[in-house]
T-cell receptor, first 115, second 117 residues
């Protein structure tokens, strides 16, 4: 079975705090792809990052960083020095195998950053 | 470049009416996806097309739902007759061609918020 679990339903932080959003996935495939999307209050889904199962290097993009650990089946997302504009729902998603077209989404984590 | 375009952005209708949602994928993309987002079930796939052919429609709830992709630049999702439980946000997404389908990034439209009274 393929599954994505985002255990944190809601997180509230104060601006400039660091925050980590957890993502745990399940799959039996050795090849798979992990994604993060952001859904701001306006409602659209914005792609943030893709990671394949063979690349465990962490990635940093500005204030965003991602930690991929196959040993714990986790793909966590950290925002450093959070800003009010980071307030959104963040989704972790999985595509398992090489031929799967659709995304399997977690339930999302709602992040509120207060000034 | 224009992103995925969905119309209408909002739709309010009465139970029993036919509803048609529209999607224009990004030019050059050859896969198109319809997802539904609800509070209870989150984001779930309804159907996806590759090169205008339906590949997986296992997420289509029942016969009241149908989707078409008559050409590479247009798709519709139709609900007939609509019911209150169909109220949700419906997203369309497209992805570019690529040898490894699972690797392709999906780009989403702004969604259609449907309310069935």
């Amino acid at each position: 079975a393929q599954k994505v679990t985002q255990a944190q339903t809601e997180i509230s932080v104060v601006e400039k705090e660091d925050v980590t959003l957890d993502c745990v996935y399940e799959t039996r495939d050795t090849t798979y792809y992990l994604f993060w999307y952001k859904q701001p209050p306006s409602g659209e889904l914005v792609f943030l990052i893709r990671r394949n199962s063979f690349d465990e290097q962490n990635e940093i993009s500005g204030r965003y960083s991602w930690n991929f650990q196959k040993s714990t089946s986790s793909f966590n997302f950290t925002i450093t020095a959070s800003q009010v504009v980071d307030s959104a729902v963040y989704f972790c998603a999985l595509k398992s195998g090489v031929s799967q077209g659709n995304l399997i989404f977690g339930k999302g984590t709602k992040l509120s950053v207060k000034p | 470049d224009a992103g995925v375009i969905q119309s209408p952005r909002h739709e309010v209708t009465e139970m029993g009416q036919e509803v048609t949602l529209r999607c224009k994928p990004i030019s050059g993309h050859n896969s198109l996806f319809w997802y539904r987002q609800t509070m209870m079930r989150g984001l779930e796939l309804l159907i996806y097309f590759n090169n205008n052919v339906p590949i997986d429609d296992s997420g289509m709830p029942e016969d009241r739902f149908s989707a078409k992709m008559p050409n590479a630049s247009f798709s519709t999702l139709k609900i007939q007759p609509s019911e209150p439980r169909d109220s949700a946000v419906y997203f369309c997404a497209s992805s570019p061609p690529g040898q490894i389908i699972a690797k392709n990034i999906q780009y989403f439209g702004a969604g259609t918020r449907l309310s069935v009274l």
